[in-house]
C-alpha cells in the first residue's frame, strides 16, 4: 500500500492602510478559527487526527484564537461549518486573522483536492464534487474575503491504492503535491508530505509528523504562528526521504511576507484559562460528579417517533464526535465544564448514536425535566438544561438554569447549533449567577448568527433559549 500525507496551507491577506492618530492605542487583533479533525472513517480510522486536532487547537488559544473544534464530521456538517466560517471571515479587519484548520483524509483528481467527511462512500470524481469539500472553491471563497489574514490548513492523507479505502486515485504527474488553484501574489502555500502515516494508525506516537515539528516551534523564544507555520513546514518537508514525493515546503508573496501572529500581550490582570467541555454518561444508579464549571445535560422525555429518530441520533452523535470523554480529559475538573448523556446501564465502547439511544434513560431525563420546568412540552425534545450545580435529586427549581428547545431546529443546523454554544461555554472562565444574564444575550446573538450564515438566509425556525432565575 502506498501513502503518505499532506499538509497544506493557503493563506491570503490584504492589508489596508491604518488611518490611526500618532501614539492612539490599537485594540488587540480579532482571531478566529475553526478545526476539523475526522478520525472514524468506516473503513479506516486515522488515530493522530484527535491528538492533533486538539494540540492544534490548544495552540490557537495561546494565542488568543477563538477557535472551534468540531470532530467526524459528516458531509452536512461540514459544510455548514465551513459556510459560517467564511461568512465570519468578512468582519475581519487589517490586523486580524482567521484560520480553517483540518485533519482527515483527503482525495485528489488532475483539476483539484477534496477534504472527505466521514459519511463519504463514494467512488467517482462526480461523488467528491457532489459529497466532499473542494479546496479550490475554498480558495476562492476565502479571496473573496478582502480584509486580514486567511490561513486555511489542510492535514491530510491521501492513498493511492484503488484497493484499499478510499477507491479515488486521481493524482497529478509525478505525485508531486495537491492540486490548487494558481497561487497569487496574496496568498501563502504551505505543503508537506508524510510517507509513514502508518506510524500515526497503529498509535506508535501521539502525534502526527507535521505537529511535532509544529510544538516544537512554537517553544522557540518569540516565534509568531504563522513562523512557526513555516519553519514547521520546513523541516517537516526535509524529512520527507522518497525524491518522487518531495515537494517545496512554502511559498510566500506579497504582503504576507510581513504579517505576523504574535501571542498578545499578557493582561495587567492574570486571565483563567478557557474552559473546555466533556461529556459523560449519567447511569441511573450514580450521581454527578462534583467540581465542574457548568453542567448540562442533553433530555429526551419520551422516545422518538419513528419518524424523529434520526433526529435524536443526529443530536447524540454530535455530542460524542465533538467533546471529549470525562475520564481521558487532562485538566482539573475545576476546569472543565461537563454535558451528561442520561441513560440506564454502561454504554459499551466504542459509543455510537445507536447504542446510546437504545440505552437512553427516558425516565431519569423526564425526572429532571418535571422538577426543572414542569410546563415543557414532553412530546417533544430534544431539550438541553444548563445548571451551576447538579440536578440529579433536585426537588425543585433551581436557580439560573438555561434552557433549550432543539425541537424546531432543522436536523442539518443541529451541529452548527450545538457547537456555537459549546464554543460560548468555553469562552466564561467562571460561572456565577450574575454571569448568566451576559451569557444567555451571546447565546441567542450566537444562535441567531448560525440561523443566518448556515444557509445564507435566516430560516423560518423558532428556538427557545430561557434562563430562569
Known sequence: MSSYCVFSILSKVLLASLCLLSGQAQPAPRRIALLIGNSEYSGRALSAVAADATLMRAMLLDFEFDAG??????????????????????????RDAGLLYYAGFCAQTPTDTYLIPVDFGGRTDADLQARAISVRELQARFASQHSGLKVLALSGCRDYNETSWNPVAGQRAGNRGVALAPVRGDIAVILA??????????????????MIAMREALGRRDTDLLGALLSAASRFGSSV?????????WQL??????????????????????????????????????????????????RPAPTEEARYQEVIGVYLSMLETAGTSSFARRELNITYIPVTGLVGPPATPEKVLAAYDYEGALKIIQAQRPDLDTRKGPYVI?????????????????FQDLSAVPQDLIPLYIREFEALVAQERSWASETMDGFLLSLRT????????????????????????
Do not use: H
Open 386 to 402: 444548563s445548571s451551576l450545580v447538579p440536578l440529579t435529586g433536585a426537588t425543585g427549581r433551581m436557580k439560573s438554569v438555561i
Open 69 to 94: 473544534l468540531i470532530q467526524n464530521a459528516g458531509f452536512a456538517e461540514m459544510r455548514g461549518a465551513v459556510g459560517a466560517f467564511v461568512g465570519r471571515l468578512g468582519s475581519l479587519g487589517s
Open 253 to 302: 508573496d506579497g504582503p504576507a511576507n510581513d504579517f505576523r501572529i504574535e501571542r498578545v500581550a499578557p493582561r495587567a490582570a492574570a486571565r483563567p484559562p478557557a474552559r473546555s467541555t466533556v461529556r459523560d454518561f449519567l447511569v441511573r444508579v450514580r450521581k454527578e460528579d462534583s467540581g465542574y464549571g457548568l453542567y448540562s445535560y442533553l433530555l429526551f422525555p419520551s
Open 446 to 469: 450566537a444562535i441567531g448568527r448560525v440561523a443566518s450564515e448556515g444557509r445564507n438566509a435566516a430560516p423560518a425556525f423558532s428556538f427557545v433559549i430561557e434562563l430562569w432565575k
Open 241 to 249: 526521504s522518497n525524491p518522487q514525493r518531495a515537494q517545496i515546503a
Open 193 to 210: 508530505m508524510e510517507p509513514a502515516l502508518a506510524g500515526a494508525q497503529d498509535g506508535a506516537r501521539p502525534y502526527g509528523g507535521f
